[in-house]
C-alpha cells in the first residue's frame, strides 16, 4: 500500500523536474507552441495523478481506526550521526496531499491560461521552463519527510519566483522588484534557518514525524532551556515562523509582494496568490502539534496575522492598479489563515481554527488565482493595470465579467460561494478563543467586500470609456480556466472539509455558527453597498471622502510608508552606520595585512631569486663561495679549539 502510494506521488514531483530541463535545455530548439503544449500535458498527468493520489489516500487507504495516518517514506542523503541526518522521500498526510491537488489544479489552469495570454512573447519556452522549475518546487516542499528538504525545496522556490518576477528582465522595475523579492525573503529564510539548526540540535532528528511526535523527549529539555525569558523551544518556533512570514508576506516582511506584480500576470496567479504564498502558512500547520504546546508562539502569529489583514485591507482600499489591489488583497487573506492556526488548539472542535486556516488555503487558491486570471484578460484587453483606464467592461467581456464577480462574491464572503464556508469558520474559531481578534478579523472582512467591490464596479461599470482598440475576449484557452476556477469558486465551499482536514487527523463534522454567519454575511454587504454607493457610477462623493480623510488616505495610498522605513533601515543605518565601517576596516587592516605579507613573500622571492637564475657560472661560484665560507669556519673552530 505505501509502496503503491509512494510509486505515483514520486511521479509527480519528478513529472516537473523533468519538463524543467526538457524546457530549459531544448526548449529553444521548439517551436513555443510544441513547448507550452508539452508543459500542459505535463501538468495534466500530474493533476490526474494528484487527484488519484488524494482519492487513494481519503477513500482507501489513509483511514486507520478512523484516524488518518501519515504515509511516507525516504532514503538517507547526507548522515551527519547515527540520529541526525537528512532524508528525501515522501510524506503524505491530510495537507500534503490537499497541496498536492491545490498546486496541480491551479498550475494546470495557468499553463492552459498562459498559451493564450503569452502567445507572441519573447521567451515563450523560457517561460514554460520556468513555471515547471516552479511546480517541481512547490510540490517537493509539500511532500517534503523533513524539515531539511523542506528548507531545500523552500529556496528553490524563492529561486523559481524571483526567475518568473524578472522574466520582463528589460524593465528596470521587474529587475528591481525580483531583486526585493529575493532580498526580503532570503533575510527573513536566514532565521527559518537558525530555527532549523536549534530545533534539530535539541531533537537530534530533522524527521518530521520524531519532531511533531508528542511525546518526545526532546521537547521537555528544550521548554525547560530558557534564554531572554522565553523557553529554546518558543525562541526555535518563533525563529522558524519568520521565514513562514517572509515567504507568506506578512508585516514587516510584505513589502515584496505588491512589486512582485511586475511578473506575467498568470505567474502571479500561481505563486503570488494561491501557491508560493501559503507556503509560510503550510509551514505553521506541518509542525503545528509543536507549535501547540508553545502559546506564546501562537499568539504572536495570531496577533501578526490579524493586524497584517487589517493593515492589508486598509491599503488595498486607495490602490488603483488592479494586480496591486489584488495583491494586498492576498496578504490579507493569507494573514486570516495565520490568525486561524494562531487560535487554535489542538484535537476535536478545539482545532476548528486549524481545520478553518487550511480550509481557506483550499478555497482561497481557487477565487484567488480566478481573479488574477481576470485580471490578466481584463489587461489583456485593455492593455492597462489601472482602474481609471477602465470601465463599462460588463458587455464587452461577459464571460470576465461573471467569473470575476463569482470569484468578487466568494471573496467577500457571501452565501453560499465558497469563501463564505471557510471564512466563517475562521470567524468563529476566533470568536471563540479570542475576541479582540475577532473583531479585527471582522472590520478586515468588512473591507475586503468594499475593496473587491469597488474593484469589481470600477472596472465592469462607473462609467463607459472610449477605448483605442474595442475590447473583448480574448479566447478558448483563456475562458476555459476562468470557467473552472469559477466552477470551484462556487462548490468547494461545500466539501465538509472537517472529515478530511483536522489537527489530529481524527474527522469531525463543523458546523455552521449561525451567529457569526450572518453578523459576517451583513458585515460585507454594508462593505459592497457603500461601494455601490460610490462606484457603480461617476460621482463625486468619493474625491468629499478623499478631501475629508487626506491624511489617512495619503499614508494608506503610500502603504504607510514601509518601503520609505525598509530603504530608511537598510541604507542610512545598516549599509551606512554597520556594512560601511566593517567594510573599511576589512580594506585597511585585513585586506593590508594580507597585502603586507604578499609585499614580504615579493620582497623575499625578488631577493633570493638570483639562486635559480639558470646560469651554471653562477651556481658554480656560489658553491664555490659556500664552500670557502665552510673551510673559514672549519679552520676558525679548529685554531679556537687548539688554543683552549
Sequence with gaps: MGQFDFTYSILIVALPAIMFLILGLGGKYMKPIVAGTLGTISLGIMTVLAYFTAYQY??????????????????????FTDTLHIDLGIYLDPISVMMLVVITTVS??????????????KGFQRYYAFLSLFSFAMLGLVV???????????????????????????????????????????????????????????????????????????????????????????????????????????????IWLPDAMEGPTPASALIHAATMVVAGVFLVARLFPVYVITPYALDVIAWVGAITALFAAVVACTQTDIKRVLAFSTISQIAFMLTSLGVSKFGGHDGLGYMAGMFHLFTHAFFKALLFLGAGAIIHAVHSNEMDDMGGLWKKLPITGITFGIAWLAIAG???????????????????????????????????????????????????????????????AMAIPLIVLATFAVFAGLIPFGKFVTSDGVPYDAHLNYQVAITSVVISLIGMFVAFKLYYKKNDIPD????????????????????????FVTRKIIFKRISKPIAWFDKKYVDGFMDSLAYVTQASSR??????????????????????????????????????
Aim: net charge positive.
Design 144 to 254: 517534503a519527510t523533513n524539515i531539511f528538504q523542506m528548507y531545500i525545496f523552500w529556496e528553490l522556490v524563492g529561486v523559481s519566483s524571483f526567475l518568473l518576477i524578472s522574466f520582463y528582465y528589460i524593465k528596470p522595475s521587474a529587475v528591481a522588484a525580483s531583486k526585493k523579492a529575493f532580498i526580503v525573503t532570503r533575510f527573513a529564510d536566514f532565521f527559518f534557518l537558525v530555527g532549523i539548526l536549534l530545533l534539530s540540535y535539541f531533537s537530534g532528528s530533522f524527521d518530521f514525524a520524531t519532531i511533531t511526535s508528542p511525546d518526545a523527549p526532546f521537547i521537555a529539555s528544550m521548554q525547560g532551556t530558557s534564554f531572554i525569558g522565553l523557553s529554546v523551544l518558543t525562541w526555535a518556533m518563533l525563529l522558524i515562523f519568520m521565514g513562514g512570514a517572509g515567504k507568506s508576506a506578512m508585516m514587516p516582511f510584505h
Design 544 to 567: 468629499r471622502i478623499v478631501a475629508n480623510i487626506n491624511t489617512l488616505y495619503t499614508w494608506a495610498l503610500h502603504k504607510f510608508y514601509f518601503d520609505e522605513l525598509w530603504l
Design 58 to 79: 481519503f477513500f482507501v487507504v489513509g483511514k486507520v481506526d478512523g484516524v488518518y495516518q501519515a504515509i511516507h517514506t525516504a532514503t538517507t542523503w547526507l548522515r
Design 414 to 476: 457571501i452565501w453560499p460561494f465558497s469563501g463564505f464556508w471557510s471564512k466563517d469558520e475562521i470567524l468563529a474559531a476566533a470568536m471563540e478563543n479570542n475576541m479582540p481578534i475577532y473583531i479585527i478579523l471582522s472590520i478586515a472582512a468588512g473591507l475586503t467586500a468594499f475593496y473587491m467591490s469597488r474593484l469589481f464596479f470600477r472596472i465592469f461599470f462607473y462609467e463607459k470609456k472610449q477605448y483605442h482598440h474595442e475590447p473583448h475576449e480574448a479566447g478558448v
Design 607 to 644: 631577493a633570493i631569486k638570483n639562486f635559480q637564475s639558470g646560469y651554471i657560472q653562477q651556481y658554480a661560484l656560489a658553491y664555490l663561495v659556500g664552500a670557502l665560507i665552510l673551510v673559514v669556519g672549519f679552520c676558525g673552530w679548529v685554531i679556537c679549539f687548539i688554543c683552549k
Design 108 to 121: 494546470l489552469m495557468v499553463h492552459v491560461y498562459s498559451l493564450g495570454y503569452m502567445k507572441g512573447e
